[in-house]
């Protein structure tokens, strides 16, 4: 049953990243479609972005009064139709808008998942079945681009929004077969409008969490800002083609993936805050051969990815053990803590790829800079968030 759920879950998970990277070697097709600058094109996936970071705000307290599992079936509905809307766009803006409820109805999953695992498990058994989803996850990402890239050159940008559109109905099955209900009816929270506002500033006034939010959050902008960048970085940094994106995301994916196994193996030997700090120290030295190897070197592969393998999995080394430390100051609400923890991670993947992004893509050197920029923002929340105490809050 573990693995099942692990699956079930990564599957959920997977929802989001696959709209976001699948469509990526297509952002030139589109745009010679619909006669589109680039900055418009990002926004395609900048307000998709901004719109799933929007609803992680809520997934998480509709599942702690209506039950985990309706929350996430009526999400992925909204899912199919807008990945429809998305295959049959007859405009651009009508794109838009089919990419924005994709947006609203992407994040379920990842949230409700933390909080899925959060029923189940405690401690430790919780840090390694989080690994263990990150690490089955993990996959999407690597496999999204470079799918992407050949159904772009095979059948055109349309067949990635039916592609979509087919993962979204085989998820919708497989929640209804095999995913039964975590939170019993007893433990659900009323849907008062007043309570849940009073529920959001309790976690929002709660400086820690919103430390170590921060301090995830922008770790993670590091990797947004090479997701952001990916089709510049490929096509016109490396001049490589649309069927190429594995040279970016393989790196990237493998070391998430290896970082979250490691993780999930390290829960029951090291302590969390001694896995925080290894991961910091490894993060640096990536950061710092990614900007040494672009200030002396014209960027080429391999060599322009291998600090971004390294940097990926020290990060995923820190993901679980950061998650639970935030979610952990709210045992009571963990569906709601894990929105705001989501919200607020997603925000700043939002504005990193969003609009930090496209001021980088243009310069290798420029975006090895802004991944160390990322790291520092990281380390100062995390450093000034141990000054906070546990202040556990429920």
């Known amino acids: 049953m573990k693995l099942l759920l692990t699956l079930l879950l990564a599957g959920l998970t997977m929802v989001g990243p696959l709209a976001i990277d699948t469509y990526l070697p297509s952002f030139p097709a589109i745009a010679q479609e619909f006669n589109a600058s680039p900055m418009a094109i990002q926004q395609t996936l900048s307000l998709f972005l901004f719109t799933f970071a929007f609803m992680m705000l809520f997934y998480g307290t509709l599942s702690d009064s209506f039950g985990r599992r309706p929350v996430i079936l009526w999400s992925l509905v909204l899912y199919v139709l807008a990945s429809l809307g998305g295959a049959l766009a007859g405009s651009f803006g009508f794109l838009l808008g089919a990419r924005i409820l994709q947006g609203l109805a992407s994040g379920a999953g990842s949230v ?38 050949w159904l772009q050159v095979a059948f055109g940008w349309r067949s990635i929004f039916w592609f ?9 099955v497989a929640v209804w077969r095999w995913l039964p209900e975590s939170l019993a009816p007893e433990k659900r929270q009323p849907l008062h409008l007043g309570d849940i506002a009073r529920n959001y500033w309790m976690v929002l006034k709660h400086r820690r969490f919103l430390l170590l939010s921060v301090a995830l959050g922008a770790a993670f902008g590091g990797f947004a800002l090479y997701i952001g960048s990916a089709a510049y970085f490929i096509m016109h940094i490396l001049h ?22 490691a993780s999930g193996k390290l829960a029951h030997r090291l302590a969390p805050p001694a896995l925080i700090r290894l991961s910091f120290g490894l993060m640096a030295v990536s950061a710092a051969l990614n900007v040494a190897y672009n200030w002396f070197f014209t960027a080429t592969v391999p060599w322009a990815v291998l600090p971004l393998f390294l940097y990926s999995f020290s990060l995923a080394l820190a993901m679980p053990p950061l998650t639970l430390a935030g979610m952990n100051l709210f045992p009571n609400h963990s569906g709601l803590a894990a929105s705001m923890q989501s919200f607020l991670q997603m925000m700043l993947f939002a504005l990193v790829s969003g609009l930090v992004a496209p001021l980088l893509f243009g310069s290798a050197l420029h975006l090895a800079l802004g991944l160390a920029a990322c790291l520092v923002v990281s380390y100062a929340a995390y450093f000034l968030a141990q000054g906070q105490g546990a202040g556990v809050t429920s």
Do not use: C, Y
């Open 240 to 261: 490589l083609p649309e069927t190429a994106f594995a040279w970016l995301f393989i790196p990237l994916i493998s070391g998430h993936v290896l970082g979250a196994t």
């Open 112 to 149: 409700i998942g933390r909080a899925i695992v959060q029923d189940r498990f405690d401690g430790m058994a919780a840090q390694k079945m989080l690994g263990n989803i990150m690490m089955v996850f993990g996959l999407a990402p690597a496999i999204a681009p470079v799918l992407g890239g």
């Open 164 to 172: 979509l559109t087919a993962f979204g109905v085989l998820m919708w």
